[in-house]
C-alpha cells in the first residue's frame, strides 16, 4: 500500500460493476483509481470469467494475471442473480449508487431485472453504462464483441500489414482498452452533467464505433476519396509517404518518422541512386519503389549508429524496442509505469499504474485485486443486512 496522498476526485461516487472481460473492468479501474467505490458484483463460487483465464497462461500464485490487471482499489461481492432474493439486494445497492456499468450481452441485464428502465425506477439519478460489441439494437447485437473480432469487422485487421502478409493482428487489445477509456470518459461527463441538471441518463460505448475512432485518420482520408492499400513493402500504414516506416539494421531496426527523402538522402551522404527520388510529390504514390531502394543502406549499420546519425541530422526517428527493452529505456524508466504491490496469495505483482497524472495527488493503490466476495459481508452490512440474514443469504447460495 502507499503512503502518498491518494485521489479523491472521485470519492463519495459509488459504481456498480457488472463487468467481464476487459472493456468493463478497465473502465472501472480507471475511476477506482480516481477515488470512486467500485463494488464488482460477480457469481457466486467461479467468479467473473477474467479469474480463471489469463494471456500467456500467467497466473501468480494461481491467480490470474488477467484478473490482476483491470481490478485493483475495488470492492468484491457475490451475488446469484438468477435468484430472487440475489436480485433484491442488487436493487438495494442500486438504490445507493451513482452509476452502473455492465458489459454482458445486450439483453442480458434486462432480462435479470437490472436493465436500464429497470434500475431507473429505482434510482432516477442513476448513470447507466454499457459497453457492447455492436450496440443493443443492432443486427449484430446477438453476437459476441471481442477484441479480435472487431479488428476483424472494423477494418482495423484489413489496413494493417504488407500485401505479402495479408491482415495482420494488433499486438495488444487496443479495441477493449480504447472502449475502456471512452466508457470512463462518458461516465464523466455524465456526472459532471447530472451535477448542473440533477438527471441521471444511459451511456453507450460500442467496440466496433469505438474500434472506427482509433482509425479516424485514415478513415476520414478514405470517406474523402483516398485510395487506400496496404503497401508491398512493410511501410507503418495505408496513408504516410515513405521513408515513414520501421527498417532493418545490421543488429535490429530503426524507426523513421516525417522525413522528406531529400533529407535522409543528405543523412546519408547524397547517393546517387537515391537523387531520383528526392521529390516530394512521388512520395506516397511511388512509396514501394523508393523503400526498396532505401532498405540496403540501413542494413550497413547498427541501430545505434542510425540513430545518432540521424538525430545529428535532426531527422525524426527512434531504435525499435522489444519489451525488455523497453522497460531498461531512460524515457520510460523515468516515467515510472510500474505499480508494485504485494497480494495476499500471489505475492509480488507488477501491473501497470494508472495512466494520467493529477496536481492533487497521485492515484495509489487503495485494496489490491480483491478475492472472490472478498466485501461481501462488509457491503451488506453497509446496506442493513445483519450477520444472521447474510448468513441465511449463504446458505440459501443467494451470495
Given at each position: 500500500m502507499s503512503d502518498r496522498k491518494g485521489l479523491s476526485l472521485l470519492e463519495g461516487v459509488r459504481i456498480l460493476a457488472f463487468t467481464q472481460f476487459l472493456l468493463g473492468p478497465a473502465a472501472c479501474q480507471y475511476l477506482a483509481d480516481m477515488g470512486a467505490d467500485v463494488i464488482k458484483i460477480e457469481p457466486p463460487g467461479r467468479g467473473a470469467w477474467e479469474r480463471s483465464w489469463s494471456g500467456a497462461d500467467t497466473f501468480i500464485g494461481g491467480v490470474s494475471a488477467f484478473f490482476m490487471l483491470a481490478n485493483r482499489n475495488l470492492r468484491s461481492v457475490t451475488l446469484n442473480l438468477k435468484s430472487k432474493r440475489g436480485v433484491e439486494v442488487a436493487q438495494r445497492l442500486v438504490?445507493?449508487?451513482?452509476?452502473?456499468?455492465?458489459?454482458?450481452?445486450?439483453?442480458?441485464?434486462?432480462?435479470?431485472?437490472?436493465?436500464?428502465?429497470?434500475?431507473?425506477?429505482?434510482?432516477?439519478?442513476?448513470?447507466?453504462?454499457?459497453?457492447?460489441?455492436?450496440?443493443?439494437?443492432?443486427?449484430?447485437?446477438?453476437?459476441?464483441?471481442?477484441?479480435?473480432?472487431?479488428?476483424?469487422?472494423?477494418?482495423?485487421?484489413?489496413?494493417?500489414?504488407?500485401?505479402?502478409?495479408?491482415?495482420?493482428?494488433?499486438?495488444?487489445?487496443?479495441?477493449?482498452?480504447?472502449?475502456?477509456?471512452?466508457?470512463?470518459?462518458?461516465?464523466?461527463?455524465?456526472?459532471?452533467?447530472?451535477?448542473?441538471?440533477?438527471?441521471?441518463?444511459?451511456?453507450?460505448?460500442?467496440?466496433?464505433?469505438?474500434?472506427?475512432?482509433?482509425q479516424a485518420e485514415p478513415i476520414v482520408y478514405h470517406l474523402n476519396g483516398a485510395q487506400l492499400r496496404r503497401p508491398k513493402t512493410p511501410a507503418a500504414d495505408t496513408f504516410h509517404a515513405v521513408p515513414y516506416g520501421f527498417y532493418a539494421t545490421a543488429d535490429g531496426y530503426v524507426a523513421i518518422s516525417l522525413t522528406p527523402v531529400k533529407a535522409l538522402s543528405e543523412a546519408l551522404g547524397n547517393p546517387a541512386d537515391l537523387a531520383p527520388y528526392e521529390n516530394p510529390d512521388i512520395a506516397y504514390s511511388r512509396r514501394d519503389e523508393i523503400r526498396a531502394a532505401l532498405n540496403p543502406y540501413f542494413r550497413r549499420r547498427p541501430t545505434a549508429e542510425w540513430v545518432d546519425l540521424l538525430r545529428a541530422h535532426d531527422i525524426w526517428c527512434a531504435p525499435v524496442k522489444n519489451m525488455t527493452e523497453t522497460f531498461e529505456d531512460v524515457a520510460v524508466k523515468h516515467i515510472a509505469p510500474v505499480l508494485e504491490f504485494d497480494h495476499p496469495r500471489a505475492g509480488r505483482v507488477r501491473v501497470l499504474k494508472h495512466p494520467v497524472r493529477y496536481s492533487s495527488g497521485e492515484a495509489t493503490l487503495r485494496r489490491p485485486p480483491p478475492d472472490l466476495g472478498e466485501h461481501t459481508d462488509e457491503v451488506l452490512g453497509e446496506l442493513g443486512y445483519d450477520p444472521g440474514q447474510i448468513e441465511a443469504m449463504r446458505e440459501d447460495r443467494d451470495i
Open positions: 438504490e445507493t449508487a451513482d452509476v452502473v456499468v455492465e458489459n454482458f450481452r445486450p439483453g442480458v441485464m434486462d432480462r435479470l431485472g437490472l436493465g436500464y428502465e429497470d434500475l431507473r425506477k429505482i434510482n432516477p439519478r442513476l448513470i447507466y453504462a454499457a459497453g457492447s460489441g455492436y450496440g443493443g439494437d443492432g443486427p449484430y447485437s446477438h453476437l459476441p464483441g471481442q477484441d479480435l473480432l472487431i479488428q476483424a469487422i472494423s477494418g482495423l485487421g484489413a489496413n494493417t500489414g504488407t500485401e505479402e502478409q495479408g491482415p495482420t493482428v494488433s499486438a495488444a487489445a487496443v479495441v477493449d482498452q480504447h472502449s475502456a477509456s471512452l466508457l470512463a470518459m462518458g461516465i464523466l461527463a455524465a456526472l459532471v452533467s447530472r451535477g448542473r441538471t440533477g438527471q441521471g441518463q444511459r451511456v453507450e460505448v460500442v467496440m466496433v464505433q469505438a474500434a472506427l475512432d482509433l
